[in-house]
């Protein structure tokens, strides 16, 4: 079964790190682009980051120069690092991306993660 698997949420204090990690399991070639989103209570589901399969980043402004996305091609996963945590940061994180199967390209979703920043 082909699927992504988040891990590394949690509490953390304003100011403090996470690290999310996101591992693509079940057969398959590759990944093709990634991408971190988030969704806190009542609202929206947005897209934090995201890596392309060349691995060029972008991010969300409200993350930028705080949040790093990356990728390891060879070991299936895209972490993201998350650094000088806010309150406004607590949300679900969940991973998305881009599987190159036998048959073809296609898109799944992490269960998703609980990040809470709170002293």
């Known amino acids: 079964q082909v699927q992504l698997v988040e891990s590394g949420g949690g509490l953390a204090q304003p100011g403090g790190s996470l690290r999310l990690s996101c591992a693509a399991s079940?057969?398959?070639?590759?990944?093709?682009?990634m991408g971190w989103y988030r969704q806190a209570p009542g609202k929206q589901r947005e897209l934090v980051a995201s890596i392309e399969g060349s691995g060029a980043p972008n991010y969300a402004g409200s993350v930028k120069g705080r949040f790093t996305i990356s990728r390891d091609s060879a070991k299936n996963t895209v972490d993201l690092q998350m650094n000088s945590l806010k309150s406004e940061d607590t949300a679900v994180y969940y991973c998305?991306?881009?599987?190159?199967?036998?048959?073809?390209?296609?898109?799944?979703w992490g269960q998703g993660t609980q990040v809470t920043v709170s002293s």
């Open positions: 079940g057969a398959i070639f590759r990944m093709d682009d």
């Open positions: 998305n991306g881009a599987l190159w199967r036998e048959n073809g390209k296609y898109t799944y």
